[in-house]
């Protein structure tokens, strides 16, 4: 069983940075296969960034690549969304998700079975 609870959302203006935090609890988060995920209003949910379960391999989605970086301590059971250059169309509630099943693709939401609150992140032009 993985808890999770994600801060470090709010107001940004274009350009800006936020660095969002996934505090995990349970003893499989190291190793747990983690995600950010996020849904903007009327928007279906879509995939932002994953990280496999040692942190040696990342996967983005293309609009977000070179701009946020994910990153994991498994020390610290919490999971980071480093997001720089923020623009006005990754508003949104960004969640983070877990899994410690194996499956090929990190994008695909279904595939994880944890998942945290949400934080929102607004960004303004």
């Known amino acids: 069983q993985v808890q999770l609870v994600e801060s470090g959302g709010g107001l940004v203006q274009a350009g800006g940075s936020l660095r969002l935090s996934c505090a995990a609890s349970?003893?499989?988060?190291?190793?747990?296969?983690m995600g950010w995920f996020r849904q903007a209003p009327g928007k279906a949910r879509e995939f932002v960034a994953a990280i496999d379960w040692i942190g040696g391999s990342t996967y983005y989605r293309g609009s977000v690549k070179g701009r946020f970086i994910i990153s994991r301590d498994n020390a610290k059971n919490t999971l980071y969304l480093q997001m720089n250059r923020l623009q006005p169309e990754d508003t949104g509630v960004y969640y983070c998700?877990?899994?410690?099943?194996?499956?090929?693709?990190?994008?695909?939401?279904?595939?994880?079975?944890?998942w945290g609150q949400g934080t929102q992140v607004t960004v303004s032009s």
């Open positions: 349970g003893r499989t988060f190291s190793r747990s296969a």
């Open positions: 998700a877990a899994r410690t099943a194996y499956f090929n693709s990190y994008s695909e939401s279904w595939t994880y079975t944890y």
